[in-house]
């Protein structure tokens, strides 16, 4: 994915949003304003990016690490918060991986705990 990502050019595809559904276009960055709204809510800023960060990191999402890093950073988090940040991401995408292996388990019937 991220041999595609153009941190300068890839806002100019916002336009094809605009020119079909600019609607949803505008619900959407009004949400998204009022979750990374610098006020008024009850998380700090900076734990708000540090969560999107550690999303955008789960989810390999190269444009949320891009604006999430960043952002995260001019709200006030340290590298060490960023270090901490990616590695609870790791945790959690491993506790997945070892939490859906149970379930690979379960579901080929190769589990003996019943006798």
């Not at 991220?2 to 949400?31: C, G, M, Q, V, W």
Request: proline residues 2%.
């Amino acid at each position: 994915m991220s041999d595609f990502f153009d941190r300068e050019n890839d806002r100019h595809y916002t336009k094809d949003y605009k020119e079909t559904t600019p609607d949803i276009l505008k619900a959407f960055a009004d949400f998204d304003s009022a979750v990374f709204a610098a006020e008024g809510r009850e998380i700090p800023l900076k734990y708000r990016e540090l969560i999107a960060y550690a999303v955008g990191l789960t989810t390999q999402c190269t444009y949320c690490i891009d604006a999430h890093s960043q952002n995260a950073v001019k709200a006030g988090a340290t590298k060490g918060e960023l270090a901490e940040t990616a590695w609870v991401a790791a945790a959690i995408r491993a506790g997945g991986a070892y939490a859906h292996g149970r379930l690979g388990f379960k579901l080929s019937g190769i589990h003996d705990h019943d006798a």
